[in-house]
T-cell receptor, first 113, second 110 residues
């Protein structure tokens, strides 16, 4: 089945220790997104890629970076995680259809000690 | 501020009852979407309603959209314990950005 896969599902890191979360998709969608979702809150868009074109949201901290080496894979790098970065990180994809229906992975729960 | 806001924040009903969730938004939209999120999981797309549509059905789901009031509602009929989840409305205004509300937490008691 075509899907969005995120690894790992749970990630524990130490304060200030860089961490990378990964996302892959078999849907062959042009657009990939990273969202941050804190407990009982709305998913908040961090950035998205349209093919190799990277678009950062204005309020995304500089601490967060992303890479998309090919259509299938996208990575979220957190250079120096703080306690406030503990959250669920969701990867999503969409076609360029003008309607923006998104397909989500299961998420990675990040804990910062 | 958020584009979409759901009401109520939490809802507890008995199995077999109907569940209604409401969403209000602030600006003109291209479409409005509803997603479900089971605890600790990703979001699943349920239904999309375009700005020129007023009502849409999918199985036990019924969505209405009132663009004059900038509001939408999601009705789940004959709810089941498996419907227990958080439900998010999301507004799409163009480009690549869809803005999610904070969600309604639905608990269906067996």
């Amino acid at each position: 089945d075509a899907m969005v896969i995120q690894n790992p599902r749970y990630q524990v890191t130490q304060f200030g220790k860089p961490v990378t979360l990964s996302c892959s998709q078999t849907l062959n969608h042009n657009v990939m997104y990273w969202y941050q979702q804190k407990s009982s809150q709305a998913p908040k868009l961090l950035f998205h890629y349209y093919d190799k074109d990277f678009n950062n949201e204005a309020d995304t901290p500089d601490n967060f970076q992303s890479r998309r080496p090919n259509t299938s894979f996208c990575f979220l790098d957190i250079r120096s995680p703080g306690l406030g970065d503990a959250a669920m990180y969701l990867c999503a994809t969409s076609r360029v259809s003008g309607e923006n229906e998104q397909f989500f992975g299961p998420g990675t729960r990040l804990t910062v000690l | 501020s958020q584009q979409g806001e759901e009401d109520p924040q939490a809802l507890s009903i008995q199995e077999g009852e109907n569940a209604t969730m409401n969403c209000s938004y602030k600006t003109s939209i291209n479409n409005l979407q509803w997603y479900r999120q089971n605890s600790g999981r990703g979001l699943v797309h349920l239904i999309l309603i375009r700005s020129n549509e007023r009502e849409k059905h999918s199985g036990r789901l019924r969505v209405t959209l009132d663009t004059s009031k900038k509001s939408s509602s999601l009705l789940i009929t004959a709810s089941r314990a498996a419907d227990t989840a958080s439900y998010f409305c999301a507004t799409y205004t163009g480009g690549f950005k869809t803005i999610f509300g904070a969600g309604t937490r639905l608990f269906v008691k067996a």
